[in-house]
C-alpha cells in the first residue's frame, strides 16, 4: 500500500492512502472516548461528539451541516470507548472545504449554552430508545458485568443523571484534557497529489496549539466470572455468555477473531447458526463477537430465544464452544477457515471510507499501518494447535460469566 505519512511539531499526524476516482474521503481519529470518563462523566464524549456540529466562531448549525451537503458531500462522527471520529466524503475538488470544516468543528467549537440544554432532550430519548430494545443493551450490560467498576465497562450514550447535569465548563475541561494534539490523526484516501494533500494538511493543522498527553490510561482489570439473570418482561429470552479477551496489541487477537469467524461470525455458516438455528430451530439471531482494547478485550456468544427453549440454547452454545476446545480443525476446515477471513478483510478495504478510518485508527494504536499482504501472512502462520490453546484460554468454562434477560 503506498501511504503517505506527515507530522506536524504539535504532534498531529496525517496518513493519506492515494486513490484513484471522483469521491474522496477524510477524517480526524481522537484517541478518547467513554473510557476516558470519570463516574461523573459518563456520557460526556459521546456528547461533545453531538456538540462539535452545533456551532463554532464563524458558523451556526446550518452552516456546519450544509458547507458540504451544498456540493454534494457529507459530515459524520462517532464514539467509541476509546475513540471519536469526525469525517467526511466528498468530491475531490472540494478536498480543501472538507479538511477546513473538519478543522472548524474540532477545534473551534464554542458549545453553545442553549444546544447544550437541547442536546441533552436528544440524548435522553437516545438513551430510552436503546434501553427499550434488549437485544442491544444486553451487548453493554454484559460489558458492564465483566468490567465492573472499570470506566471501560461504561455505556457510551452514558446514564440519564450524569447527561442531566453537563455543563459547558464540563465539556471544555473534557476537551482539553483528552483532545491531545499527540493522539490525533488526519487520515485521507482520495485523487489529489502527496504534495497538495501535505499543504492542505499543514494549512489547516500545524497553528493548533501543541496539547501533548501526560496521563496514561489505568490499566488492570480483576475478572470474576458470574452468572446474573435480570427480569426485563420481554418476549424472547436474550443470553450473553462470554469472558475477557486479548487486548489490540497481543499477537493472539487475529487468532482470535478467526475463532470468533468460526463459532459465530458474519458467514452464514457459523458453527453457532448451524446448530442453534439451522440445526435445531431454536434461535433466529444468534452470534458472536470479539471487541478488543487497548488493554483488555471482550468475548461473547449472544442469541435471543423463547423461554422453553432458553436451557436446550444455553447446552447447545456450550457444545459448541467445547468442540473448539477439544477438537482440533483439521487442515481442509482450517483452511477454509483462514480464506473467509481473508475475503471479509479484501471486502472491507474496498470499503474505502472505512479503510481511511481504519487507517487513522492504526496509525493512533500502533504508530504504524500493516499492509493487507502482511495480515494475510499472519493469518497464514496461525495453527490449529494455536487456535486449540486459545479456545481452551477463553472458553473454559470456569472463566465464563452469564447474563440472562427474562
Known sequence: MNLVFHTLDNGIRLVH?????????CGLVINTGSRDESDAE??????????????????KAYFILSRLEDVGGELNAYTTKEETAVFASFLKDD????????????????????????EKDVILEEINSYLDNPGELIFDDFEELIFAGQPIGHNILGIPETVKSFTRNNLRDFISRNYNTDQIVFCSAGNISDEKIIRLFRKYFENI???????VRPAGYSYKPCSVTRKKDTYQNHCIIGNVAYNLRDERRLGMFLLNNILGGQGLNSRLNLSLREKNGLAYNVESSYNPYWDTGAFSVYFGTESNHLDRSIKVAMGELARLRTEKLGTVQLSKA??????YLARGYENHESLMLSLGKS???????????????????????ELMEMANEVFDPAGLSTLIYL
Open 338 to 343: 483462514k480464506n473467509q477471513i481473508k475475503g
Open 95 to 118: 478536498y480543501d472545504r472538507a479538511i477546513e470544516i473538519l478543522n472548524d468543528i474540532t477545534f473551534n467549537s464554542i458549545l453553545p449554552e442553549k444546544e447544550i440544554e437541547k
Open 363 to 385: 496509525l493512533l494504536i500502533f504508530n504504524k499501518i500493516e499492509g493487507l499482504e502482511e495480515t494475510y501472512r499472519k493469518i497464514d502462520r496461525i495453527t490449529s494447535s
Open 209 to 215: 496549539p501543541a496539547n501533548i498527553r501526560t496521563s
Open 42 to 59: 459518563q456520557g460526556m464524549a459521546h456528547f461533545i461528539e453531538h456538540m462539535l456540529f452545533k456551532g463554532t466562531g464563524k458558523r
Open 17 to 25: 492512502h492515494p486513490l484513484p476516482g471522483i469521491v474522496a474521503y
